[in-house]
Each structure stands twice: as structure tokens, then as C-alpha cells.
């Protein structure tokens, strides 16, 4: 029997709190990692491009990989492709942490850091990509059409608390010992602790559920991301996702040179820079979306406008506090963007292709991060402001999509 559970009140259910906590402590573990990079990259002396290549192997794989695990959770239960995603990142994490501690010691070289840094990124891309699709589709299989826009900007907004709580947590576990390798150990850490308590306490997937929903899926073709139905929410979140991964990536980068700070002694003022972004997010999904009853639609072309003052923003700043403004702003936007996209998709399709539109979504926000990073890293280094003009000319693009196209500004929650 499925219980439903308004846009404000997610929490109230402790399977959702659960997904919830699994879907945050990767956030928060991926952000810790993403902001204490530069510096790790900048004290190996590994080229900054190089940095930002290390996340296209994983994100590829991620991409690939993201529909498999829908549908294998279609066929075998979300509670086991939960486990197995956050089981891959706990691994994956573990083998980073030792890489790149054998890197600061001097036991083995930069070149052979990031060839070992990235093949264990790679099981994280391989097998992390598990959770993401089984807990949408675990949620969307809950709620009503009607609330299913502000239960999925609650999972969501995983991602924004992760984004705060990492980076705020990270330079806390860099301890002389381990030094900039201690965050991803205790996320490492967390991450086991979390799988225990998923084991125990989310409940077992109903059999009799698993079989209705693998017999729907048998005989129906499978959900394509050139499908009508959700195509133009494709293109939306991809590039929306990419310009999101510009920014991210290229975040502690422009922080380091604006300040004139050491590696080391800039991190807490990234660190700071990612927080201020994240609360916005928050700020978006948490209060905003249900205090004014936003869909699909409003998410979108919200999303997009608000990513675009944040963007412009970015590209006159010349401080840390008018880059840490613009970006609280442009993370205003995507916060808005994200659940925007992922519920519009989940909207415009049947309950018997949940899985297959949630595998959709964890691909595209993977695809986001296979050449974004590195490209927007490598438009750095000619200027620092030249990835956020042009991630600005994609936005305005896409905000004229999402005041254009029907399918974008239709009101699914009324279908």
C-alpha cells in the first residue's frame, strides 16, 4: 500500500528521511572532494586540467551506467540498488584516500595519481551510480502526481545540504597524519555507517511489487532519451548541468588566484564560497518551491534566469566576496533548475516508466560533468572570466527554450 506525503512533509516518513540521508552523505562527500582538490592538484603539482579530467572518466561511466541500474532496479527492488550504489561510493572513496596519501608522501608520483586517482573514481561512476535512480523512482512511486514536484525537490535538496556540510566539514579532517586526504577517509567512514543503517532500517521492497513492475516493463519499449515525451527536459538538464559543472569546477581555481592564497590557506575561503552556493540551494528547495507552490514550469524558467544573473555576475567579479555572490545566486538558480527538470520528466511519463525517467535524469546530470569540467578548466587557464561568458550565452539560450517550447511550459501536475 503506498502512502502519500505532501510537498512539505517528506521528512515525516522514515524510508524518504532514509533515502534522504544516503543521497546526502555522497553530496557532501563529493563536494568535500571537489573543493579540497585544487589544493591537493596545486601541492602534487598536477596540472589543473589534469584535476578537472579526473571527474570525466567517473562521470562518463556514470552516464552509461545510470539506465542499467534503473532498470535493475525495476527487476530486483530499490532497497538493493541503494545499497549497492552507496557501497561502490564507499569503496570508491576509500582507494582515493589512499592514493592520494601515497601521493603526499612521495611513495609514488603525480602521473601515476591521477592514472590511480581516476581508475577508482571510475567504480564510483561504475557502481555509485545505483543510488540516485533507485531512490527517485522509490519516491515517485509514492507520491501522487500532485505532490511528486515538492517530494522530489525534498530529495533534491540532498544534494544542497551535502554541498554545505562537506566543504564546512572537510578542513576539520585534515589532520597531520593524512593531512588533505583525511576528508574523503571519514566520508569513506560515514558512507559504511549509512549502508548499515539502510540495511536495517529501509524496508525490504514488497515482491509482489517488484513483479508488477517488472511485468509492465516487459514487452514496453524502452524509455529513450529522444522520446517526445521527455526530450525537451533532456536538453534542459544538459545544459543547464553543464554550465552548473562549469562553475563548480572552476570555483576553487578562481578563489586560490583572486585571494593570492596558498592552496592550503585558500581552502577555508572555498570552502566558504561552496556553502554560501549551497544555502541558496537550499534556500530554493526548502523554502522557496512550496511557499510559492512551483512546478515544472516556474522551476524552469526561474532556474534558468536566476543561473543567469548568477553567471553575469561571475564574470565582472573581482573579490572573493562579489565571486562568492554571484555564485550563492547562480546556485539560487540551479536549485530551482534541478528539481525543475527531474519532477518535469518524472511528471511526463506513466508509473510504469518511473524507473527508466529517473535512470534518464541520474544520466544526464552524470553526462553533465563527462567534458564540462575539463573544458571549463582549460577556458580558465586562457581567462579566468571565459567560462562564465559563455556558460551565460547557454543560459540565455535555454531560458528562451524554456519560455518556447510547449512541452516546458506545460502544467503536468494538472495531467
Given at each position: 500500500m503506498r502512502r502519500p506525503v505532501s510537498s512539505g512533509g517528506a521528512f515525516q516518513r522514515s524510508d524518504f528521511r532514509m533515502l534522504f540521508l544516503v543521497l546526502f552523505i555522497t553530496a557532501a562527500g563529493n563536494t568535500a572532494l571537489q573543493s579540497v582538490l585544487p589544493a591537493i592538484g596545486r601541492e602534487l603539482e598536477i596540472p589543473d586540467v589534469a584535476v578537472a579530467a579526473i571527474f570525466s572518466v567517473s562521470a562518463l561511466l556514470w552516464t552509461l551506467s545510470s539506465p542499467f541500474w534503473a532498470r535493475q532496479s525495476d527487476k530486483r527492488g530499490r532497497k538493493k540498488l541503494v545499497m549497492l550504489g552507496l557501497g561502490g561510493y564507499a569503496v570508491s572513496t576509500l582507494c582515493c584516500a589512499l592514493v592520494i596519501l601515497a601521493g603526499i608522501d612521495q611513495l609514488i608520483g603525480?602521473?601515476?595519481?591521477?592514472?590511480?586517482?581516476?581508475?577508482?573514481?571510475?567504480?564510483?561512476g561504475t557502481f555509485g551510480s545505483a543510488s540516485n535512480p533507485a531512490a527517485q523512482a522509490y519516491v515517485a512511486q509514492r507520491t501522487t502526481t500532485a505532490q511528486r514536484t515538492g517530494a522530489l525537490s525534498v530529495l533534491a535538496s540532498a544534494f544542497g545540504l551535502g554541498t554545505i556540510v562537506g566543504p564546512a566539514l572537510a578542513p576539520f579532517f585534515i589532520f597531520p597524519i593524512v593531512t588533505l586526504s583525511g576528508p574523503l577517509f571519514a566520508f569513506a567512514l560515514f558512507a559504511v555507517v549509512i549502508m548499515l543503517l539502510v540495511h536495517r532500517y529501509?524496508?525490504?521492497?514488497?515482491?509482489?511489487?517488484?513483479?508488477?513492475?517488472?511485468?509492465?516493463?516487459?514487452?514496453?519499449?524502452?524509455?529513450?532519451?529522444?522520446?517526445?515525451?521527455?526530450?525537451?527536459?533532456?536538453?534542459?538538464?544538459?545544459?543547464?548541468?553543464?554550465?552548473?559543472?562549469?562553475?563548480?569546477?572552476?570555483?576553487?581555481?578562481?578563489?586560490?588566484?583572486?585571494?593570492?592564497?596558498?592552496?592550503?590557506?585558500?581552502?577555508?575561503?572555498?570552502?566558504?564560497?561552496?556553502?554560501?552556493?549551497?544555502?541558496?540551494?537550499?534556500?530554493?528547495?526548502?523554502?522557496?518551491?512550496?511557499?510559492?507552490?512551483?512546478?515544472?514550469?516556474?522551476?524552469?524558467?526561474?532556474?534558468?534566469?536566476?543561473?543567469?544573473?548568477?553567471?553575469?555576475?561571475?564574470?565582472?567579479?573581482?573579490?572573493?566576496?562579489?565571486?562568492?555572490?554571484?555564485?550563492?545566486?547562480?546556485?539560487?538558480?540551479?536549485?530551482?533548475?534541478?528539481p525543475g527538470f527531474s519532477a518535469g520528466a518524472?511528471?511526463?511519463?506513466?508509473?510504469?516508466?518511473?524507473?527508466?525517467?529517473?535512470?534518464?535524469?541520474?544520466?544526464?546530470?552524470?553526462?553533465?560533468?563527462?567534458?564540462?569540467?575539463?573544458?571549463?578548466?582549460?577556458?580558465?587557464?586562457?581567462?579566468?572570466?571565459?567560462?562564465?561568458?559563455?556558460?551565460?550565452?547557454?543560459l540565455v539560450a535555454i531560458l528562451v527554450f524554456a519560455l518556447k517550447n510547449p512541452t516546458l511550459s506545460a502544467r503536468l501536475e494538472d495531467g
Open positions: 603525480p602521473a601515476l595519481v591521477v592514472i590511480l586517482f581516476a581508475t577508482f573514481r571510475a567504480i564510483f529501509l524496508p525490504r521492497d514488497d515482491p509482489a511489487e517488484i513483479e508488477r513492475t517488472r511485468a509492465a516493463g516487459e514487452g514496453r519499449k524502452r524509455l529513450s532519451w529522444l522520446d517526445p515525451r521527455i526530450r525537451p527536459f533532456v536538453i534542459y538538464g544538459l545544459v543547464i548541468g553543464n554550465m552548473q559543472a562549469v562553475m563548480a569546477q572552476t570555483l576553487g581555481f578562481f578563489v586560490i588566484d583572486t585571494s593570492g592564497l596558498p592552496p592550503a590557506q585558500a581552502q577555508s575561503y572555498i570552502g566558504l564560497a561552496m556553502m554560501a552556493g549551497a544555502g541558496a540551494t537550499l534556500l530554493a528547495q526548502w523554502g522557496l518551491i512550496g511557499l510559492f507552490g512551483m512546478g515544472p514550469k516556474e522551476l524552469l524558467r526561474w532556474g534558468a534566469g536566476c543561473a543567469l544573473v548568477g553567471t553575469i555576475g561571475m564574470v565582472f567579479a573581482d573579490s572573493f566576496y562579489t565571486i562568492t555572490i554571484s555564485f550563492a545566486l547562480a546556485m539560487l538558480g540551479y536549485g530551482f533548475a534541478r518524472s511528471l511526463a511519463v506513466p508509473m510504469e516508466d518511473q524507473g527508466a525517467s529517473a535512470g534518464t535524469v541520474s544520466a544526464v546530470n552524470g553526462a553533465s560533468f563527462i567534458l564540462a569540467p575539463t573544458i571549463g578548466v582549460a577556458l580558465y587557464q586562457l581567462w579566468p572570466h571565459l567560462p562564465y561568458v559563455l556558460s551565460a550565452a547557454g
